[in-house]
């Protein structure tokens, strides 16, 4: 009875075990033994048929997916796509475990924000054209970023509209730009001569009355340049110097001058001198319209000259003829006769930048020390008569005159240096400086006096002097003699202005820029 019953169960184990495996001998499901249907075994991790597939093993224990293709342990139904690659299908008439090709022209994603219509072309994702980013809206900068595909960036300068007097921006809300007047903005008309230039209902404004020009003189004819400010243009006309004793008044650049009808008809002039003056020792035309070889003559930073050797607006159209008169302007300043002698007397120096005055007179070295070397020595000085008019005013005078940052400055529109010149061989020239200008800097002794003054003096001429000054030079002094000289003269008429002298406009003056050093000297007084 015992041994029936222990052959029964041993049947029934044996049964049960049977249907557990799977034919060879190993449980169907995951490393667990938990149990498992054969289509899970068959099926990738999450992918699966749509279940008009009969997937399952073979009578060997191998994957199948019928109909279909078997990759990576996923079963794919015939033309289902790569998950990952757009261009691949399922082709099981080719292969049922590896990707086909798509159809050549079929569409893709190439994964680019900035590429629409991409195709297919042998498996792989072929860009297609560009995407249009255009916004419609003019101020906008329309572009494509591949990572964040079309971006539309605003372009405020895009929006300017030329008037001060309003804000402007792009405003796609707005439909583009926006210009917005806003009268708290600060402006200008570009006119110098008008004043209290504001911006009033989205328009810069200014007052009725002009910038003042008047400078009580005579002898100039006053307008006001919308760049270049108040300009004084010489006159010849008749005038009074306020001197009894002369007659026959008339103005000549820019000072009212009487004649004497006799000598000694006026009272005689008593002056003294400041403890502060120089003695030039240099002057030559500066090499082109260079820093420390010319100056803006006509206050304009856009223009400068010689054409092609200039920078920064600075102005020396004359700078080519350095090579003709700089030897003779040299041998002049150091002709024992004194032909052309320059001292400078500053009145009263500042150290400020507070205005004073700055006076240049033709000069002579005094005969009481007749052996003293003024071109290295600290030599007495006195002054000619021409430098003093009826009045005992000086010619060249320059009342604005500033020293501030290491930095000496003076003159301008309605200033004059007339340069007075005798050659040997030859005659006597006077070539006018008007708008003239000084830059230069100044060094000091231990005890405080000006050691000496280095800079460039400069302004404009016009043709009719420059023939006077070329036509002074023997021929001698030009290299190839009169042919030079003569060619010289036929190319004066053929030069560039460069300078509106009368503010007119047009320009009627030549530039030129003067590079000049000096040492110190003394100013005996004058009793004349």
């Known amino acids: 009875m015992n041994t029936r019953r222990n052959l029964g169960l041993l049947a029934l184990l044996a ?10 001998g190993e449980p169907v499901g995951g490393e667990d033994g938990d149990a498992a249907t054969a289509a899970d075994a068959v099926a990738g991790d999450g992918a699966s048929l749509d279940g008009d597939l009969d997937a399952g093993v073979d009578g060997h224990g191998v994957e199948t997916c019928p109909g279909g293709c078997l990759i990576d ?3 794919f139904e015939d033309g289902a796509p790569n998950p990952e690659n757009d261009c691949e299908i399922c082709t099981p008439d080719i292969a049922q475990d590896a990707w086909g090709h798509a159809e050549y022209g079929a569409p893709c994603e190439d994964g680019n924000p900035c590429t629409e219509m991409d195709t297919c072309d042998t498996g792989v994702c072929f860009a297609g054209s560009p995407p249009s980013c255009a916004d419609g809206i003019q101020c906008t900068i ?38 917005v007047a806003d009268d708290t903005l600060i ?7 008008t004043l209290n230039d504001r911006c009033d209902d989205g328009e810069c404004v200014s007052d009725a009355e002009p910038l003042p020009c008047d400078d009580d003189n005579a002898c100039t004819d006053e307008i006001c340049h919308p760049v270049f400010g108040c300009v004084y ?3 010849e006309e008749p005038c009074n110097d306020g001197a009894s004793c002369t007659q026959d008044d008339v103005c000549h650049w820019g000072t009212c001058l009487g004649v004497e009808p006799w000598s000694y008809s006026c009272p005689p002039c008593d002056v003294t001198f400041s403890e502060h003056v120089q003695k030039l020792t240099k002057i030559s035309v500066g090499s082109g319209g260079w820093a420390g070889e010319a100056l803006n003559i006509d206050g304009d930073l856009k223009t400068c000259s010689p054409t092609g ?4 607006g600075l102005d020396n159209a004359l700078s080519f003829a350095g090579e003709f008169i700089n030897d003779t302007i040299q041998q002049n300043i150091a002709a024992e006769d004194n032909t052309l002698l320059f001292t400078v007397e500053l009145i009263d120096p500042t150290w400020d ?7 240049l007179y033709y000069s002579y070295l005094s005969p009481t020390n007749a052996d003293c070397d003024f071109m290295q020595e600290t030599c007495i000085y006195q002054a000619g008569t021409i430098n003093f008019d009826a009045l005992c005013n000086v010619q060249i005078t320059f009342d604005n005159t500033t020293f501030e940052d290491g930095k000496l400055t003076a003159g301008g529109s309605g200033y004059i240096f007339p340069f007075q010149m005798s050659f040997a061989g030859g005659g006597d020239a006077e070539l006018v400086l008007y708008t003239a200008r000084v830059e230069g800097t100044l060094t000091f002794a231990e005890d405080g006096s000006i050691a000496s003054m280095t800079g460039v003096f400069g302004g404009a001429v016009t043709k009719e002097d420059i023939t006077d000054l070329v036509n002074a030079i023997a021929a001698e002094y030009f290299p190839g003699g009169q042919d030079m000289k003569d060619m010289i003269l036929g190319m004066v008429p053929l030069m560039n202005n460069d300078i509106d002298l009368d503010g007119d406009g047009t320009t009627d003056g030549v530039s030129i820029g003067m590079v000049f050093d000096s040492i110190p000297g003394i100013m005996a007084p004058y009793y004349y």
């Open 233 to 235: 243009a010489f006159n």
């Open 15 to 24: 049964l049960l075990f049977t249907a557990c495996t799977n034919g060879g």
């Open 353 to 359: 930048g507070v205005p004073f005055t700055m006076k």
């Open 187 to 193: 402006c200008s008309d570009l006119d110098v001569c």
């Open 142 to 179: 329309d572009s494509c970023d591949p990572e964040e595909g079309c971006s539309h960036e605003l372009n405020h300068g895009d929006c300017a509209d030329d008037n001060p007097c309003t804000v402007d921006t792009c405003d796609p809300t707005a439909g583009g730009c926006a210009n």
């Open 73 to 75: 342990g996923a079963c």
């Open 309 to 312: 050797d200039c920078e920064n």
